[in-house]
Nanobody, 121 residues
């Protein structure tokens, strides 16, 4: 099992920046991809960005250039730097990790509880 705990959300004015962090604990040895999803009010959860254990990144097209994902494998932590925030970025941001069970050869998806990001106009 992997536990994920996010931090860094809050209220910011449009044009501002926030940095989210997510620390993984538990069976972290098998973690592969880590990343962030978000769920705006009244909408479905959507991909923000993913980063592999070898630091290959994948972003939602609409967020390229404003959001930057990074990762510290030694600290089992993934970060999301969000710049030039817009009101439409308001959402609950969820940390994600893909864990691989080396004993039985299957993968599992793990989620944090989410952190609220609110961007005022």
């Amino acid at each position: 099992q992997v536990q994920l705990v996010e931090s860094g959300g809050g209220l910011v004015q449009a044009g501002g920046s926030l940095r989210l962090s997510c620390v993984a604990s538990g069976s972290t040895f098998g973690i592969r991809d880590m990343g962030w999803y978000r769920q705006p009010p009244g909408e479905q959860r959507e991909l923000v960005a993913l980063i592999s254990s070898s630091f290959r990144t994948n972003y939602a097209d609409s967020l390229k250039g404003r959001f930057t994902i990074s990762r510290d494998n030694a600290k089992n932590t993934v970060y999301l730097q969000m710049d030039n925030l817009k009101p439409e970025d308001t959402a609950v941001y969820y940390c994600y990790a893909e864990g691989f069970n080396v004993d039985f050869g299957y993968t599992s998806d793990y989620w944090g509880r989410g952190t609220q990001v609110t961007v005022s106009s």
